[in-house]
């Protein structure tokens, strides 16, 4: 049982570092400086890409995509 749980947070913790870098990085060199389409860095996206993995990242970038149309 105490594997598993510790198993569960170090999944979480995994993916959620993944996300954020991956945030820092399409923020930093993929998006230009002029656009205004750029992810945070707070507790929300770190939620979401720990609960959800990459895909909660490319929701995070398409959430902001729908609302500048």
């Given amino acids: 049982m105490e594997n598993k ?9 995994v993916r959620a570092v993944i996300g954020m870098v991956v945030i820092f990085f399409v ?3 993929v ?3 002029q656009e205004g389409w ?3 860095l707070n507790m929300v996206s770190f939620l979401t890409s720990g609960s959800l993995g990459i895909p909660g990242v ?4 398409g959430i902001l995509v729908f ?3």
């Fill in 5 to 13: 749980l510790t198993s569960i947070f170090v999944n979480f913790f």
């Fill in 27 to 29: 923020n930093q060199y």
């Fill in 31 to 33: 998006i230009p400086a």
């Fill in 38 to 40: 750029h992810v945070g």
């Fill in 58 to 61: 490319c929701l995070l970038y």
């Fill in 67 to 69: 609302q500048t149309l």
